[in-house]
Each structure stands twice: as C-alpha cells, then as structure tokens.
C-alpha cells in the first residue's frame, strides 16, 4: 500500500507536468477556498500544519483524534462551513473525514415576458464537497497520502457534480522543517470545464524554536486558470497559548492589475489554545468587495 501510495504521488506530479495548459474558465471554485482559518490566515497555504490536513493528506500520520468546525462570512450575503474529523488508524497512519457547504443565498429569479422580465419567485444555489483522505509514513523522513472528492454544484433546477483526486508527500529535513508537494483536484472535466487543479511545493519549519517562530513558504499553480502564487507566511507563538499570523500573496502573473493590490494579498489571524481545544480566527481581505471573517474551533479527543 506504501508504495502504491508513493507511485501514485509520482505519477501525478507527472501529469501535471504533461497536461498544462492555457487559461480557462474553471468549476466548482469552492475547491479553492482556504477549509480552515489557520491556513487562511498565513496566506492560504497547505503546507503550514496539522490543520491543512484536508488539502494535505499526507500531514494526517501526524493528528491526534479531533473534529475541526469552521465557518467563514463570505462575500455580500454568502457563506461556507465545513466540518472535518480526523481519526488515527494506528502509529503510522490516519484517516479524515470532512464535508464544506457554500451558500450563496437567496436569487431572485427572472423569466422574460414579453419585452421585459417578470420576478418568479427565488431560488438559492449552493455547492457541497465530500472528501476522504488516507495518509501514512512511507519511510523514516518520508509521508505520503491520497485524497478523493465528490463535488456537486446546484443553480436552481440544474445541477453538476463531478469527482477529484489529490495526491500528497512531505520529507523531513530535520525533526521541526519539512518540504511538502502535491496535486489537489485532479480530475475529468465536468459539462466541458476543467477542475480548478492546483500542483503546490512548499517548505514549513520553525526557524526560532526557542522565540516560536514559524516560517512557511509556498508556491501554487492553478495552471488551468492560469494563476501562478508564491505564497509567504509566519506565526508566532506565545507560551504555547496564543498565536499571532501574517501572509502575503505574491503573483507571478499579472492580470490587468486585478491581483496586485497589497490588501488584497495579505491575510491576519490569530489562534488561542487552552488544553485539547483551539480556536482561530483568520480575516481576509477582498479589496472593494469586502473582507472574509473566518472562524475554526477545534477539540482533540
């Protein structure tokens, strides 16, 4: 199973390779939101910790027992929550459950009559996510992990769904700093759109372990989208109680200038812990469109 795991990983690093291709017009981009306020907060990354565990199977070797809730206050009147457990299997292995609703509250809904629109009633889109993830320890350094998705999409009376692989492994350099890649929404096209598939390397270590300095370092491409990311964060850690967060987006392409507003690319949060629960808070600025106020509460058991 080690192994199979481990080609798995290998083979889908290669596909991403031989499959890039132009922009494009992606679905379900609830697939692309950060699952929790911790990795919201530094800079929208899957490579920072215990909690990326969602987008990151191959950290779930390293989770205790716990059910991780998290909702975010989205844009104008939308929202999304998503719930997630993680289960230990034994000394090398894990398995996560989670699930992400997105409500984009109520539409009006229109029909044409004549040279003009009647209202007829409303209705309220929404998009669901079903993920399993497995992850274990291959070697003495080296974690790898899978992930499957089922992803539906409703608007009105129609509706898509589609399903998405990821793939995952992390090698330790020293006991407190890691390199991480993978591949998250590897899949089919749905009615003739592409997944938004995203291939990330990154590196997470405590550079000051004394001070409880975290540095984390991450570069994505979302290559049918055409959007290329590295992506910068730090925590610090107060008497193992109380976490401050930064980020920062840095694009590596510019479209028309919509993505190099330095608002916009930063991210803030903070986390408090108090024995087996945590909770964290991210905010997420979207420029003219509004901020993103996310919330994560978590209990190990």
């Not at 320890?137 to 998705?149: H, N, P």
Request: with cysteine; hydrophobic share 40%.
């Amino acid at each position: 199973m080690k192994k199979i795991l481990l080609s798995l990983f290998l083979l889908s690093l290669f596909c991403q390779i031989v499959a890039a291709k132009g922009p494009g017009t992606t679905m379900f981009q609830i697939l692309q939101l950060p699952a929790c306020a911790y990795d919201g907060a530094l800079a929208y990354t899957t490579v920072a910790g215990e909690y990326s565990a969602i987008q990151n199977p191959s950290i779930i070797p390293f989770l205790k027992r716990s059910v991780i809730l998290s909702h975010a206050v989205y844009l104008e009147d939308t929202r999304y929550s998503v719930g997630d457990v993680n289960l230990m299997l034994n000394e090398k292995s894990g398995i996560n459950f989670a699930f992400y609703y997105f409500d984009y509250g109520k539409i009006d809904k229109y029909i044409e009559s004549g040279s003009s629109y009647e209202k007829k009633g409303s209705f309220t889109p929404d998009e669901k996510v079903l993920n399993i993830a497995y992850g274990t320890r291959v070697g003495r350094r080296l974690y790898s992990g899978v992930s499957l998705k089922y992803v539906s999409q409703t608007i009105d009376d129609i509706s898509y769904d589609g399903y998405a692989v990821g793939f995952s492994g992390m090698y330790f350099i020293t006991n407190n700093m890691f390199l991480s890649s993978g591949i998250n929404n590897l899949g089919p096209q749905v009615s003739g759109y592409d997944l938004p598939t995203n291939f990330y390397l990154g590196f997470s270590g405590e550079v000051d372990e004394e001070k409880g300095v975290l540095a984390v370092a991450q570069l994505d491409a979302y290559y049918n989208d055409e959007i290329y990311e590295l992506k910068l964060a730090c925590e610090k850690r107060y008497d193992d109680l109380f976490f401050l967060r930064f980020g920062y987006v840095i694009p590596l392409e510019n479209h028309n200038g919509t993505n190099n507003n330095f608002i916009t690319n930063l991210t803030l949060g903070a986390g408090l812990k108090y024995k087996g629960f945590f909770i964290d808070y991210a905010w997420l600025p979207k420029g003219d469109l509004g901020n993103v106020h996310m919330f994560t509460l978590r209990a190990d058991f």
